[in-house]
């Protein structure tokens, strides 16, 4: 979607996919700025390592925790710091230094699909969520403040859904906030783990716990397979469904506005994402 848009926008860029050992993340990073890259995406599962690793957090990676987008900036003769974008690709001008920038797409990107996608209203919405990662602690701190009814949490590690359950609280006292299986239907339940990435996963919870007919809606954060497991399972119960292709088309174009000054071509980069993921 991302070559799709620069094309649109008349940008000789390119967006290139690397796989980076999470021992080799600062080195890549700082590599990335050696070679002017003007910015990177991260991913599973770099995002929290990352608040560590740039020079300044927006207040987007600060308020959710995760950092999913990285922008190189230099400093020009003024002192100003700038996106490196800014800067003449053909050396006639360079910058003094430069920095690195983390950014949180994820969040705002979540509400946006959920409306979208779903015609879900979360205001007063009982929310199930699978994950404590980064992406899922972006998610969980964004619906925090959609004042939601209530908020039940499960990861795998008992212990990090328990954290994530302790900040939530601390920042939306009123919400209630449960970890582990709801006892009750939910009106949406969320996967944000990696479970369904390959068609062999199994699901990312026990339909004998928490059967899926309890849930009025299922969205699934990963959009490759388009149909995961757990979204087959959900509309075989009945559940309306949604995949997380719109999150990833918002986030990417939010991310692409901050490498790049420009708006995003969100109709361009919705129809190269489907013609990728369902051939159409």
């Given at each position: 979607m991302h070559n799709a848009a620069f094309a649109a926008l008349g940008l000789d860029w390119r967006y290139l996919a690397f796989e980076?050992?999470?021992?080799?993340?600062?080195?890549?990073?700082?590599?990335a700025g050696a070679m002017?890259?003007?910015?990177?995406n991260l991913t599973v599962p770099h995002k929290l390592l990352a608040l560590?690793?740039?020079?300044?957090?927006?207040?987007s990676a600060s308020l959710w925790g995760a950092v999913n987008t990285i922008r190189f900036e230099g400093r020009d003769e003024e002192g100003e710091w700038r996106p490196l974008s800014d800067f003449d690709a053909a050396g006639r001008e360079r910058p003094v230094a430069w920095r690195t920038q983390g950014f949180n797409t994820d969040a705002d990107a979540i509400s946006r699909s959920l409306q979208?996608?779903?015609?879900?209203?979360?205001?007063?919405?009982?929310?199930?969520?699978?994950?404590?990662?980064?992406?899922?602690?972006?998610?969980?701190?964004?619906?925090?403040t959609e004042q939601l009814a209530g908020l039940f949490l499960l990861n795998r590690t008992r212990s990090k859904a328990d954290a994530l359950a302790r900040e939530i609280k601390l920042r939306v006292?009123?919400?209630?906030?449960?970890?582990?299986?709801?006892?009750?239907?939910?009106?949406?339940?969320?996967?944000?783990?990696?479970?369904?990435?390959?068609?062999?996963?199994?699901?990312?919870?026990?339909?004998g716990r928490f059967p899926l007919s309890r849930a009025r809606a299922c969205y699934d954060v990963v959009y490759r397979p388009a149909t995961t497991p757990l979204l087959a399972a959900a509309r075989a119960a009945g559940c309306q469904t949604a995949n997380g292709l719109g999150m990833l088309l918002h986030q990417g174009a939010k991310a692409l506005e901050i490498w790049t000054g420009k708006t995003a071509p969100l109709a361009v980069m919705r129809q190269a994402l489907e013609q990728n993921i369902y051939g159409r």
């Open positions: 980076v050992a999470p021992d080799n993340l600062r080195t890549a990073i700082l590599g002017n890259f003007c910015g990177l560590e690793l740039v020079d300044v957090l927006d207040a979208e996608d779903l015609g879900l209203s979360l205001r007063g919405a009982r929310v199930f969520l699978l994950g404590a990662g980064g992406a899922a602690r972006a998610i969980a701190l964004k619906l925090a006292p009123a919400l209630p906030v449960g970890v582990g299986y709801p006892p009750e239907p939910v009106d949406l339940l969320i996967n944000a783990t990696s479970l369904g990435l390959d068609p062999a996963d199994p699901l990312p919870l026990e339909v």
